[in-house]
């Protein structure tokens, strides 16, 4: 189309997700036409800050040098090939560069494109592998309430909210919820660690009812990323790991949000303390199943994948005649350029000491948000590595939120996009929590731009 005239044809065919498509009559699309580093560009030249980078993906920003260059010199050989019955290069070397950085014993790889698909693969491989091995009874799932694991249909069964999953709920074999181990609303005085302890009561009751029929449980560790960026203490992996050990089922850990050095280490997982095994020996802390995405291609492709152990592989593994091969398959499973996108990011990550600057972005991040924690509608300000986030209350004494109807939220990401005419910065906020999920590559200039914003937007969204 000519110059601009794609704009005023923005919402003519295309269905926008997370959208309510009659919102836009009243607030319109923001139009990008380019990006770097941290930066988007509108298409009238205005910049905007991306300190979600853009739903979480984005770890390096924008159009990094070295992923850009790998993807140019990749389109020169080969853009895509299936993979069943054929292979490639990129996919053998990030699978060996994957299996390197992941917990222990986490031997196989399995691609996907979305998240939500790596979390259908975990499911389904889980439930196969019970049939496989002779225990076809073992096909339900646990999770905890206000968990978030994708939107195709497997996935949306294991999701907590509503909002997501009630329309769809006659489609679902409804799996058994436990009350998360969130510690926003633990009691006053009550450590994290102490809170997450006591919840965990809740799950071990439901495996010494279910665990005859329950093929796995699956949690996002730490973070409850889509339920409001609500988060817990390691100790109730450990529990978990000990207690899906003991009751022989498989533990899935979701970590396509904060995977990749989001939670100040590599995986959320690396913060759990070793783990009592069968033979009460400490070991590692390590799932049967984990599922990336997100940060996996530093944001620029899409690519997922399932990591799993040779036990769960060899139950797969046998003659054709037998009827035991894991026949799911995608058509741009394991991409060529998204595979070379994966590698790019894991060679920026071998570059630098990533974890110890996200250790300096999280603190200046949180000296930065200290006027909210005494804020009048702030009920919490809670953080996991460069994951920060801010929640507002009506009444932050008892937790009270607004109702929907105010849409306070909207007002947040109003004020801080189009507030001042110069410049923007992207705050999306989920329900009433304000976040930050900034790239890594975030200067101090542009932190105190993001925390100054915040403090604004929240001021004036809480206005009565």
Sequence with gaps: MPNNDWIAHAADHVWYPATQMKVLETEPLVPIASAQGAWLHGADGKPYLDAI????????????????????????????????????????????????????????????????????????????????????????FITIENGYHGETLGAL????????????APLFREPIFVPSPDCYN??????????????????????????????????????????????????????????CTRHNVHLILD???????????????????????????QQPF??????????????????????????????FYADPAAGKGFLHSHTFTGNPLACVAGLAALE????????????????????????????PHVSEVRQQGTILAIEMAKDPKTHTPYPASERRSARVYHHAMHGDPDLGVLLRPICDVVYFMPPYIVDDAEIDLMCRTAIAAIDYATRD
Aim: hydrophobic share 45%.
């Design 53 to 140: 980078g853009s739903w979480w993906t984005s770890v390096f920003g924008h159009r990094h040098p070295h992923v850009v260059a790998r993807l140019k010199a990749q389109l020169d050989r080969l853009d895509h090939v299936m993979m069943a019955g054929f292979t490639h290069e990129p996919a053998v070397a990030l699978a060996e560069k994957l299996c390197a950085i992941v917990p222990p014993g986490l031997t196989r790889v399995f691609y996907a494109e979305i998240g939500a698909a790596a979390v259908e693969i975990a499911l389904k491989m889980s439930a196969h592998y019970w049939v496989n091995t002779g225990h076809p009874k073992k096909s339900r």
């Design 157 to 168: 069964a294991v999701c907590g909210q509503g909002w997501y999953r009630d329309a769809y």
């Design 186 to 243: 633990r009691p006053a005085g009550m450590s994290w660690e102490d809170y997450s302890r006591s919840q965990f009561r809740h799950m071990e009751a439901a495996l010494d009812a279910h665990a005859d029929e329950v093929a796995a449980v699956i949690v996002e560790p730490l973070v409850q990323g889509a339920g409001g960026l609500r988060m817990y203490h390691p100790v109730y992996l450990k529990l978990l790991r000990e207690a």
């Design 255 to 281: 970590e396509i949000a904060v995977g990749f050095g989001r939670t100040g280490r590599m995986f959320a997982s690396d913060w759990v303390a070793p783990c009592a095994a069968h033979d009460d020996s």
């Design 286 to 315: 390590a799932p049967d199943f984990m599922c990336l995405s997100k940060g996996l291609t530093a944001g620029v492709l899409p690519l997922s994948c399932v990591m799993t152990t040779d036990a769960v592989y060899g139950a």
């Design 348 to 375: 920026i990550f071998e570059q630098e000491d990533w974890m110890a600057r996200n250790r300096r972005t999280a603190q200046r991040m949180w000296e930065g948000v200290a006027p909210l924690r005494s804020h």
